[in-house]
């Protein structure tokens, strides 16, 4: 497998050049805006594109040859930014120092934004912040940001990534410029998982339509074994309403430690798409009696979250999902 850089080590973007050729174009006219929220699916390219245009604002001279905001990965300002380094760059990210990934972006850290953007930049045209992903901020993290938005620092640009834009203030919303980046075609983006991994076009293209056109998510799906939960769910869902518990209780086991939530939370998306197509399908055909799914879904739903935010055991949380599913088959 090929090992998934950081958006700050990345130099390539595809798919975005119109959204890159806005903000260049705003940025050549001197009519920058002081605050960008990005928006589009998680792994669709919004970070490296926040990067990307960091070293442009942050002096790093073009390069044509890695696209519309290209730089060179051999530049001081890239180099810099690789380090972690540069003096007018802030980033903030769930990420901690400590390589570990944190539930959500600390609000002290969140508060230095305002101390960043009071002063002038040391050695660029800009002092530039990125927020990876403000939908990590606790309402507190929230408030600090509408402050440093409320009052635009000169020379000041703060670029916002969001998955979900609705669940940002709307008076955050309202002071940015927000620019979408869309899915790429699926073809595209199995494609994209094939220059990267050893898959089949085949399986490139399922990794594709789970991640919805997001490329960098199929690519990070295909490391985490999707392929495998995907057939799982299958052969659960296909055998319903008898459920095979030494195929369960074998899938149980995979749910243990660290990388344990990663996999629970895959069958649970895996499985919890296959019961919406299902559902959706009998209702587009006019067949009734669907209310026993809706409430299987529901529980696939409220366990995948409640799994992580009270500690319910995994195993003893697949098989509750499998009883709501043998009833729902019951019932059909």
């Given amino acids: 497998m090929t090992e998934i850089r950081p958006p700050r080590e990345v ?42 245009a960091a070293r442009r604002l942050l002096g790093a001279p073009p390069d044509p040859a890695h696209g519309v905001l290209g730089s060179s990965p051999d530049q001081p ?12 760059l ?13 539930k959500v972006i600390p609000v002290e850290e969140t508060r230095r934004i305002s101390e960043f953007f009071s002063k002038s930049p040391a050695s660029a045209p ?40 609705g669940r940002l203030l709307p008076t ?3 002071r940015c410029r927000r620019l979408a980046f869309q899915p790429l075609p699926l073809e595209d983006a199995a494609a994209f ?3 990267r991994e050893d898959v089949s076009v085949e399986d490139s293209l399922r990794l594709a339509r789970m991640a919805g056109g997001a490329p960098g998510r199929a690519w990070a799906l295909a490391g985490q074994g999707a392929i495998a939960m995907d057939d799982a769910a299958r052969t659960l869902f296909e055998g319903l309403p008898r459920v095979d518990e030494a195929f369960a209780l074998s899938l149980a086991d995979r749910f243990r430690g660290g990388e344990g939530q990663a996999q629970f939370d895959l069958l649970f ?25 809706a409430q299987a879904w529901e529980t696939l739903q409220r366990l ?29």
């Fill in 11 to 52: 130099f390539e973007l595809q798919g975005h050049e119109a959204a890159e050729a806005a903000f260049e174009a705003t940025r050549a006219r001197g009519r920058l805006h002081h605050a960008w929220l990005l928006t589009g699916p998680e792994g669709v390219g919004k970070a490296t594109f926040a990067f990307r």
């Fill in 77 to 88: 300002v890239s180099r810099q930014i690789i380090a972690h380094a540069h003096p007018d």
């Fill in 90 to 102: 802030f980033v903030l990210e769930r990420v901690g120092e400590d390589g570990k990934v944190r």
């Fill in 126 to 165: 800009h002092r530039v912040a990125i927020i990876d992903a403000a939908d990590d901020l606790n309402p507190f993290g929230a408030n600090a940001i509408l402050k440093t938005l409320e009052e635009p620092p000169p020379h000041g640009v703060l670029l916002m990534v969001t998955h979900s834009p």
């Fill in 172 to 174: 955050i919303r309202s």
């Fill in 193 to 195: 998982v094939r220059e």
């Fill in 269 to 293: 998306d895996r499985l919890g798409e296959r019961v919406h197509s299902f559902a959706a399908e009998r209702a587009g055909q006019g067949i009734g009696g669907l209310d026993a799914w």
């Fill in 304 to 332: 995948s979250r409640d799994v992580e935010a009270v500690n319910l055991d995994r195993a003893d949380a697949l098989f509750t999902a499998l009883g709501e599913l043998r009833q729902a088959a019951r019932a059909a």
